[in-house]
């Protein structure tokens, strides 16, 4: 016998359950925010997360060559201008770079990608192959994690200076652009999500796309927390 469709308060309630499993609560995350890694850790993750960062828009720009909706298109165009730049607008991967620069890297050795990890490189490779293959709309709900991304951004900026105050506090912009950028950007993703997975199904399906995107920030936290956590 088949189950009904949650409705739309119910359905949004059951994802928006899943941030228990967002790597906010991941100990790596955990133990920066609360003062406990060291400069070479901050550094690793920053280094690290960077391929993230530069994979965000090639990941946006597959899913609009999949959907054949230019409504979609021209909301979904967004997230590529805001982190390529666009204008006068440098962009969230120059932002990144910034903050690279706050922490003590080189903006050289971070775009040459030397440090990133396997565990990295493989998680965000999946995800990106995920966006280029899957439905255009399973990949617009494989971005809900932002979500949860607004207060991860706040524990940032509130923790970071004080904790770290070798950090240049000017490289932090990247947290502060987001909390707002996230929050827009959710808002569309999520609509899309509740109107198209309308089917218990469908809604099921919803679930295991975020529960996977989750998994790959995990996993990324994961890689980094092996490498930067094991003894030298």
Known sequence: MSRGAWNREEFEAQLRAQGSAYHI??????MMNSGAATPAQIRGWVANRFYYQ???????????????????????????????????DSGGIESWLRLAEAVGLSRESVESLEEVLPGVRFAVDAYVNFARRAPWPEA?????????????????LANWPQHYPWVDRAGLQYFQSRVSLARRDVEFSLAVTLDRFNTR????????????KLDV???????????????A
Not at 140 to 156: G, N
Not at 201 to 212: H, N, S, V, Y
Not at 220 to 230: G, H, K, N, T
């Open 25 to 30: 609560h991941h100990p790596f995350n955990v």
């Open 54 to 88: 530069i994979n965000i828009p090639i990941k946006d720009a597959a899913i609009l060559a999949n959907c054949p909706d230019r409504a979609v298109r021209r909301c979904w165009v967004q997230r590529i201008l805001d982190h390529d730049g666009y204008g006068e």
């Open 140 to 156: 617009v709900c494989s971005s809900l994690t932002e979500l949860f991304a607004p207060e991860i951004h706040k524990q940032r």
């Open 201 to 212: 199904a469908l809604q099921e399906r919803a679930l295991d796309i975020l529960k996977f």
């Open 217 to 231: 920030l995990w996993q990324m936290s994961d890689a980094i927390a092996l490498r930067y956590l094991a003894p």
